[in-house]
């Protein structure tokens, strides 16, 4: 056990280093704030700014997460409180199904669907122009990649609520719905975060089904219906081909170094969270 | 334990009809292919301890949940008959099923902290039915914690999660939980199962006083007890009620051969 974990901590420490020295030529020439913070991405001229693409990453994670939280966890509440066991039997497939789905069908599902809904639907209310391929247009696929996983994961975490605590809060005189939201979730809440952590990871690395509908242009996205380039697009898109650049492949390895910390830098956040969080509600 | 009887903090749901009465009849009841509850038929008069005993697996715990209907979520369960509150059936209404129970407030066998602060726990019934005001929710909080003999051991820590309490302190602690909604009726399922002679007798004393103000059913396994504290006891066994009436009466007069066993101890 103990080789394992050491085993998986030193190939993290490999992909950190391996990264690191892929990525020093282009650290040699440019500070790693400026090609954090810039947004100037020129590789001809040899300017590489990843902060749009770092921006386009964030918004799109954020936005898969603010799309699938709410409807992960209704669903979840539904099938663990309310729903006919049969609702439950016919559903569990289904969302196994879902979850086992490779991503370019998501992304496809996307181009054909989602695209031109935005574009011709609902883009139209709020801007004068949008392709369709958005911000937006990779949030809900992503949101629709990770819910599947969220659903099975809170309905897990759900069902080891004690129905002791359910009856407690129900012979109080709350509501079902009161009951679920505040005793369930709260005594869900470490879960529900542990859960979150994983789909935020999965939805940030997801790279096949964003690269297909985000529209892949080097700008900060300032609306939903801007396009959006996130790093592993980036990356998906270019290795292998413009390695003849100078220092082109040495910057994207470099955005994957910054995938990498980042991840880091969030599973490390949330963990201290978490820890919070279950300090001060269950022990 | 400091438990006047004219001081209310917050009362906001008026306790109405004085003299309310719960009836059971003719109550049965299965879970699936079980008959759990057999024709029970039983009056719980107002402002009295009735104490339920019969031994383990007898019933007593179904009964009370049928009273406030937590039963209700029990897969495949299946009742019959009518329980009176006030003259109004309770069994089989849809909605009223909160209103019930805030009148009829159940304190389960096994103590069992909601997922929040001490204070919270105390707190979360009257915020649920609607009670925002910090400070009318502090008097709330102190005033109960006091009359179940735990506000001085709790309260430098009221903000700390109610898990870390000890079971006694737990089950001390859901009392209060149950007593700060304020119902009619309060069904204490063992609620000193878990406590030390001298908390016991702190509880036992505080359903006395508590009994102007509520009715009290409480289950127990302590004949002591029962006898110490009981206006009116119910004899339980599989599932039927033996015999029922005043204490004095069941403790030095029992009619049936079952309960003369029962209290003799000849069940253990
Ligand atoms: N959900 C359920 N499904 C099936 N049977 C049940 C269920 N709940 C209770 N029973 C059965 O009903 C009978 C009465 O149980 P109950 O919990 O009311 O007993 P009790 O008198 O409270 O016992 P104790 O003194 O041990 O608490 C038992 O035989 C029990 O197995
Ligand atoms: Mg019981």
Redesign the pocket.
């Known amino acids: 056990m103990l080789s394992l974990t050491v085993l998986s901590l030193l190939i993290l420490v490999f992909m950190a280093v391996g990264l690191y020295s892929k990525s020093a030529d282009i650290l040699k020439e440019n500070s790693v704030w400026t090609l954090l913070t810039s947004s100037a991405w020129s590789p001809f001229n040899g300017q590489f700014g990843f902060w749009s693409f770092i921006v386009s990453s964030i918004y799109v994670t954020l936005l898969s997460l603010i799309i699938a939280l709410p409807i992960s966890l209704l669903t979840a509440l539904f099938l663990t409180e309310k729903a006919k066991p049969w609702i439950k039997k016919a559903v569990f497939p289904v969302l196994d199904i879902l979850a086992g789905i490779p991503s370019v069908v998501y992304g496809l599902w996307g181009i054909l669907i989602i695209v031109p809904w935005i574009a011709n639907s609902l883009g139209p209310h709020f801007v004068d122009y949008t392709s369709g391929y958005t911000l937006l247009a990779g949030g809900i696929v992503l949101s629709v990649m990770i819910i599947p996983l969220l659903v099975s994961l809170f309905v897990e975490i759900f069902s080891t609520v004690p129905s002791e605590i359910k009856d407690a809060s129900a012979s109080l005189g709350a509501t079902p719905w009161q009951t679920s939201r505040k005793v369930v979730v709260r005594k869900a809440l470490p879960g529900i975060i542990a859960s979150t952590v994983l789909a935020v990871s999965k939805a940030f690395g997801e790279t096949l089904a964003v690269l297909m509908v985000c529209g892949n242009m080097v700008e900060i996205p300032r609306s939903l219906f801007d396009s959006a380039y996130p790093l592993p697009a980036l990356i998906a898109n270019n290795y292998g081909e413009m390695l003849s650049l100078p220092k082109y492949e040495s910057a994207l390895m470099f955005a994957a170094l910054v995938m990498f910390v980042i991840i880091l830098i969030f599973n490390t956040v949330a963990r201290i969270v978490l820890h919070k969080v279950e300090e001060k509600f269950t022990l | 334990m400091s438990l006047k009887k004219s001081f209310r903090p917050g009362y906001k749901f008026v306790r109405q009809s004085e003299g309310a009465e719960l009836e059971v009849r003719n109550l049965n009841v299965h879970?699936?292919n079980?008959h759990?509850l057999k024709n029970v038929n039983l009056v719980l008069p107002d402002k009295k301890i009735t104490c339920i005993i019969?031994?383990?697996?007898?019933?007593?715990?179904?009964?009370l949940k049928t009273m406030n209907r937590l039963i209700d979520s029990?897969?495949g369960v299946r009742i019959d008959g009518g329980i009176l509150l006030n003259n109004e059936n309770i069994v089989g209404s849809g909605e009223k099923i909160i209103n019930l129970r805030r009148k009829i407030g159940l304190v389960s066998?096994k103590p069992c902290p909601l997922p929040m602060s001490i204070f919270d726990n105390v707190a979360y019934g009257c915020r649920i039915h609607g009670i925002r005001n910090r400070r009318k929710l502090r008097m709330i909080v102190q005033y109960y914690l006091e009359a179940v003999g735990l506000w001085d051991e709790v309260s430098n820590r009221l903000n700390t999660p109610a898990a870390r309490l000890s079971v006694g302190q737990q089950q001390r602690l859901c009392l209060a939980r149950s007593l700060a909604v304020e119902p009619q009726f309060i069904l204490a399922?063992?609620a000193t199962s878990a406590l030390d002679p001298i908390s016991s007798r702190n509880v036992e004393e505080l359903f006395v006083k508590l009994k102007q103000d509520y009715s009290i059913i409480m289950?127990t396994?302590t004949l002591h007890q029962a006898k110490r504290i009981a206006d009116h006891v119910v004899f339980?066994y599989l599932?039927e009620i033996i015999e029922a009436g005043p204490a004095n009466e069941i403790f030095t007069n029992p009619q049936h051969q079952l309960t003369k066993e029962y209290l003799s101890g000849a069940f253990n």
């Open positions: 879970i699936k079980n759990i019969g031994p383990s697996g007898c019933g007593k715990t179904t009964l029990v897969e066998q399922d063992e289950v396994h339980m599932g």
